[in-house]
C-alpha cells in the first residue's frame, strides 16, 4: 500500500493526521518462540543425558549456520563494494547511490522490501538456538527435583527437621466431600527446602522446591475457630521457616516439586529468617487492601482482593464455581488485562503511546518518553511484586516491559513480536511454564486479542455493528473460541453463555480495576479514603460477581465435552463450523435473529417450554428425588413453584440445578436431617437464589464444623434456625407432614449423627410417604417401639433409610410395607450402596425399587392405584 492509498482509506480531505503503512505481519519471533515452548515442555523431567545431547547438538548446529550466514552478508556486502568501484551500481527509485536499497539493506540478501526476510539458514539457527536453550533450561530445572537428599528420603517416608524457603502465598485448599464428613482443610505453601535434617542428627545443605502441607485443623488448635485465623496463612514469600515434617513423594504429573512436606500438629509456623523487605512491603499492602475491603458485601469482599492483587483467599467455592461455569475465571485474579489497564493509565492508550497527542498522566505531568517508560518499568516491577510472578502476571509484565523499551528507544512497536518475545523469555526463565494450563489460556487470549479480534471487528463494522460493540464482541469471542478447547480439557464442559457474560463483565473491569488500585495505594496512607474507594469499587465488581452468578444459574449454561484432547479436537471443529456458518448467517439478520432466539430458548429454557419437550417434571408430581451423587435430596411439592425440601445433597451446583429444573423459587421449610456433609455441604445451592423460609435441623450437632457451617450459611441470608421434635405437625399448601423422630434429647445416640436423623411422614392428597433419612438400626428398632409406630404401617413411598445400606431393621421394612422404594446414592460408589441384601428384602415385600445411580431423579406422580415413577 503506497501512501497516497493511505491518505485516501483515511476519508478525509488532508489524509490521515497519522499515516502509516500497514505491512503483513511481523511472525519471524513466533517460530523460535513455539519451539523452545515444545522443547521445555518435552525436556522437563526427561533423561540428563538425552536433554543435555538435545541441547548441544542444537547450539553447536545453530551457532554454525548462523556463522555461515554472515560470513555470506559480508561476501554479499563486499561484492556491492566492489561494484560500486566499478562504477556499475545503478540508481533508481528503490536504489541508493551505493547499489543498497533506500532503507540500507543489501541487494540480494535475500530481504524484502521492508526488510522482514531472515535468510533461509538464519531463520533456521534461531530455530535451534532457542531449542537448545530451551533443553538446556529443561535440564538445569529438571536437575533440581534430583539434586540432594529431599527424593531420596521422600521414597522413604522419612520424618526429618528442614529448614525452607517460602516461596509462594499460603492457599486454602477447596472443601471436599469424603462419604459422610468433609475432608479436613489444609494449608498449602510452596517452598525450597534450603537444609534438612535426618532423624539421626545429620544435617544437609540442599535447594529442593517442594509443597508443604499443613493440617489446617490441627493448626488452628480448634475445629470451632475460624480457618482465617490460622498463623500459617500470615507467612509471607521469602520467609524462612523451621518444620518438623514427614516427607512424601510427590505425584507424578510434571508439577514442580521434587517431594512433598507434610506438617501436623496445631503449633504455629517457627519462623527462622523475616521475609525480605520488598516482600514485607507487599505484605503490607496487601493486607491494607483487605482491610479496607472488611466491610463490603461477602462477594465483593472476596473478589476486589483477587481481581487488583490476586489475592483469592476468600473466595468461596460457589463463587468460583460461578466464575468456572461462565469462563470469567480471568477476572476472578489479576490478569494481563489488569496490567494493560494499570499501564494505559499511565502511559495513555497503546496507540497514541509514541504520538506528541498521546494521553495518560505521564503526559499530562510533563513526564518525557524515555522518563515515561523508566517509570512504567518500576510500575511493572512492582506489579510483579504485589501480585505474585502468576504466570498471567509474568506475561504481561514481560510484554509491558518490551512496550515500554519501544516507547524509550523511540522505534514502532509491533505486539506480535512483542508477545513472541514475551513468550520465549519466561519459557526460557521458567520452563515450568510450558506446562501450565494458565500460561496456555493466557497466551492463546492474548494471541487471539492480536489476531483474530482486530478481523471481526472490522467484519461488524462493515455490517454497521457501532465500533465499541463491534470491538467488545470480536474480542470476546476471538478469545473463546481459541480458549474453549482448552478450558474443555480442564472441566470437561462448553460455557454456552461465556461470551455474553464476559461482554457484559467487561465494561465493569476497567473501573473495578482503577478503583481497586487506588484502594491499594491509599490503604497504607489514609485507611478512610481507601475504604471510600473500596465501596466505590465494590459496585462494578458486585456486578461481575452478579454476571457469574446468573451466567451460573441458567439450566441450559453449559453442556458436558469430553474432558480429553480428542475432545478438545472436536470442540476446536466445532467451533471452526460454527465461525464460518456464523459468517453467513451475517449476511441475513432474519435468520440472525431467529437463530438467537433459538440460543436464547436452549440457554435459558423456560419451564414451559422444557416441559413439553422433555417431559420434566411431569404434571401432578408429589415428590422428586434429585440425582445429587452419593448423598440425599428430597423436593416435597407444596404449590406451583413451591416445595419443601429434605436434605440438600454434597453439591451445591448438583441440587441448584435439580431445584432450578423442577422450578424450583420458593421454600417455606428446608429440613436437614442430620448434620452429615452428604446431606448438608450442598446447602448453597438450595438457598441460592430463592425464597426460604426457615432451615429445620436435628437437635444433635455433630460433626460440630457442618454445623457450624449450617448455622454460618443461614446467618449470612438472615434465615431462622430451628430444631425438629418428635411429635411436631406442620402444614404448607396441600403438603402435611409429622416428626416421628428424633426425641427431645438426642444426645446418647448408639451410631451418633446418624441415629439422630430427622424422620417425617409426609401425606399429600391421600399419598402417604415416609422419610427416615440415615438411621440405622438401634434406632430403626427404637422408632418401632415408639408412640408413632401406629403411623408406619402401609406407606405408598419410603425413602430408604442410609442409601440403602446392609444396616437395616427388616421388622421396620415389613412393617411399613411400602409399594415404592428409594433409594439415592451415587454411580460406582466405594460403600456399596445399595447393599444387594437390602434391594431383596423391599423387593421380597412387594415393593419396588428404583435408586438414582442408574436411574437418575426420580418423580413420583398420583397416588392409590395411579401411582407412578418418571425418571430424568
Known amino acids: 500500500m503506497n501512501r497516497r492509498a493511505v491518505h485516501a482509506a483515511s476519508g478525509r480531505r488532508l489524509g490521515a493526521s497519522n499515516p502509516r503503512e500497514e505491512g503483513p505481519a511481523d511472525l519471524r519471533l513466533v517460530p523460535p518462540a ?43 556486502e563486499g561484492s556491492v563494494g566492489r561494484r560500486f568501484g566499478e562504477g556499475q551500481p545503478e540508481e533508481g527509485p528503490e536504489r541508493g547511490p551505493l547499489g543498497v536499497r533506500r532503507g540500507g539493506l543489501p541487494l540480494g540478501g535475500g530481504y524484502r522490501r521492508d526488510g522482514s526476510r531472515m535468510w533461509p539458514r538464519v531463520s533456521v539457527a534461531a530455530v535451534l538456538l532457542c531449542v537448545g536453550a530451551a533443553a538446556a533450561s529443561a535440564g538445569l530445572h529438571g536437575a533440581d527435583l534430583r539434586r540432594g537428599p529431599v527424593p531420596a528420603l521422600a521414597r522413604e517416608y522419612a520424618q526429618v527437621t528442614a529448614e525452607v524457603e517460602v516461596t509462594s502465598d499460603p492457599r486454602l485448599t477447596r472443601p471436599r466431600i469424603k462419604g459422610d464428613h468433609a475432608a479436613p482443610t489444609a494449608v498449602l505453601l510452596d517452598a525450597e527446602v534450603r537444609r534438612v535434617r535426618r532423624a539421626d542428627g545429620t544435617g544437609v545443605v540442599t535447594r529442593t522446591p517442594v509443597l508443604m502441607i499443613v493440617d489446617a485443623t490441627s493448626a488452628r488448635g480448634s475445629p470451632h475457630l ?207 511454564l510450558s506446562r501450565s494450563y494458565g500460561f496456555v489460556l493466557s497466551v492463546l487470549a492474548t494471541g487471539a486479542l492480536l489476531t483474530l479480534a482486530p478481523r471481526w471487528s472490522a467484519a461488524l463494522r462493515r455490517r454497521r455493528v457501532p465500533p465499541r460493540l463491534a470491538e467488545a464482541l470480536a474480542a470476546a469471542g476471538a478469545a473463546q473460541a481459541v480458549c474453549a478447547p482448552v478450558v474443555a480439557v480442564l472441566s470437561a464442559r462448553v460455557s454456552l453463555v461465556a461470551v455474553p457474560c464476559n461482554l457484559l463483565a467487561e465494561f465493569a473491569v476497567a473501573p473495578a480495576t482503577v478503583l481497586g488500585f487506588a484502594t491499594l495505594a491509599a490503604a497504607s496512607v489514609a485507611l478512610p479514603v481507601a475504604k471510600a474507594m473500596a465501596w466505590c469499587a465494590s459496585w462494578p465488581v458486585q456486578w461481575i460477581a452478579d454476571i457469574a452468578r446468573a ?138 437464589g430463592r425464597s426460604v423460609g426457615a432451615i429445620e435441623t436435628t437437635g444433635l450437632e455433630e460433626p460440630p464444623e457442618q454445623a457450624e457451617f449450617v448455622r454460618r450459611e443461614a446467618a449470612a441470608r438472615h434465615i431462622p434456625v430451628t430444631r425438629a421434635v418428635a411429635g411436631e405437625r406442620r402444614r404448607t399448601g396441600a403438603l402435611d407432614w409429622q416428626v416421628l423422630w428424633p426425641p427431645p434429647s438426642p444426645t446418647a445416640m448408639e451410631d451418633g449423627p446418624n441415629d439422630a436423623s430427622v424422620t417425617l411422614l409426609v401425606k399429600s392428597a391421600g399419598l402417604r410417604m415416609l422419610l427416615l433419612g440415615d438411621l440405622e438400626p438401634p434406632a430403626q428398632r427404637a422408632l418401632s417401639r415408639s408412640p408413632a409406630a401406629a403411623e408406619l404401617g402401609g406407606v405408598d413411598v419410603l425413602k430408604v433409610a442410609h442409601h440403602g445400606s446392609a444396616y437395616q431393621d427388616p421388622d421396620l421394612i415389613r412393617r411399613a410395607a411400602p409399594r415404592l422404594a428409594l433409594i439415592s446414592c451415587g454411580e460406582d460408589n466405594p460403600y456399596g450402596h445399595p447393599a444387594p441384601s437390602t434391594v431383596a428384602a423391599l423387593r421380597a415385600g412387594g415393593a419396588v425399587v428404583l435408586r438414582t445411580d442408574e436411574d437418575g431423579a426420580l418423580a413420583v406422580v398420583g397416588a392409590g392405584g395411579g401411582l407412578s415413577v418418571a425418571r430424568h
Open 34 to 76: 513455539l519451539a523452545a515452548w515444545v522443547t521445555a515442555a518435552v525436556t522437563l523431567g526427561g533423561p540428563p543425558g538425552w536433554v543435555a545431547g538435545v541441547a548441544v547438538v542444537c547450539l553447536v548446529v545453530g551457532g554454525a549456520l548462523l556463522m555461515a550466514g554472515r560470513r555470506r552478508v559480508h561476501a554479499q
Open 226 to 432: 475460624s480457618v482465617e485465623r490460622s498463623p500459617w496463612l500470615s507467612v509471607l514469600p521469602s520467609t524462612r521457616l523451621r518444620v518438623a515434617a514427614r516427607l512424601a513423594p510427590a505425584l507424578s504429573g510434571g508439577d514442580e516439586i521434587a517431594a512433598v512436606l507434610r506438617v501436623r500438629g496445631s503449633a504455629p509456623p517457627e519462623i527462622v529468617e523475616e521475609p525480605s523487605g520488598p516482600q514485607r512491603f507487599a505484605g503490607e499492602l496487601r493486607e491494607g487492601l483487605r482491610e479496607a475491603t472488611d466491610g463490603l458485601d461477602a462477594d465483593a469482599r472476596a473478589l476486589l482482593p483477587g481481581l487488583v492483587v490476586g489475592d483469592t483467599s476468600r473466595v468461596t467455592p460457589e463463587l468460583d464455581d460461578a466464575f468456572k461455569a461462565t469462563d470469567l475465571t480471568h477476572l476472578l485474579a489479576v490478569s494481563g488485562g489488569n496490567f494493560t489497564i494499570l499501564l494505559a493509565l499511565f502511559i495513555g492508550p497503546p496507540g497514541l503511546a509514541q504520538r506528541a497527542e498521546r494521553r495518560g498522566l505521564a503526559p499530562r505531568l510533563g513526564v518525557p518518553l524515555r522518563a515515561t517508560a523508566l517509570f512504567g518499568g518500576a510500575i511493572t516491577l512492582g506489579f510483579v511484586i504485589v501480585c505474585r510472578p502468576d504466570p498471567s502476571v509474568l506475561r504481561a509484565a514481560a510484554c509491558g516491559s518490551i512496550a515500554l523499551l519501544a516507547i524509550a528507544t523511540g522505534r514502532r512497536r509491533s505486539l506480535i513480536p512483542a508477545l513472541a518475545t514475551a513468550v520465549l523469555l519466561l519459557v526460557l526463565y521458567d520452563p515450568w
Open 551 to 688: 451466567g451460573a444459574a441458567l439450566p441450559g449454561g453449559g453442556v458436558d465435552w469430553p474432558g480429553s484432547w480428542a475432545g478438545a479436537l472436536l470442540l476446536a471443529l466445532v467451533v471452526v463450523a460454527v465461525v464460518f456458518v456464523g459468517r453467513r448467517l451475517l449476511r441475513h439478520p432474519w435468520l440472525t435473529g431467529a437463530c438467537g432466539v433459538l440460543f436464547l430458548l436452549v440457554v435459558v429454557q423456560p419451564p414451559p417450554i422444557t416441559r413439553v419437550i422433555t417431559g420434566w417434571p411431569p404434571p401432578g408430581w408429589r415428590m422428586a428425588m434429585c440425582d445429587v451423587g452419593q448423598g440425599d435430596a428430597t423436593v416435597l411439592a407444596a404449590g406451583d413453584g413451591t416445595a419443601v425440601v429434605v436434605d440438600a445433597g454434597p453439591d451445591p451446583v448438583l441440587v441448584d440445578r435439580c431445584l432450578g429444573a423442577l422450578g424450583i423459587t420458593r421454600i417455606p421449610l428446608v429440613v436437614l436431617t442430620h448434620f452429615h456433609a452428604d446431606h448438608v455441604a450442598g446447602l448453597a445451592g438450595v438457598l441460592r
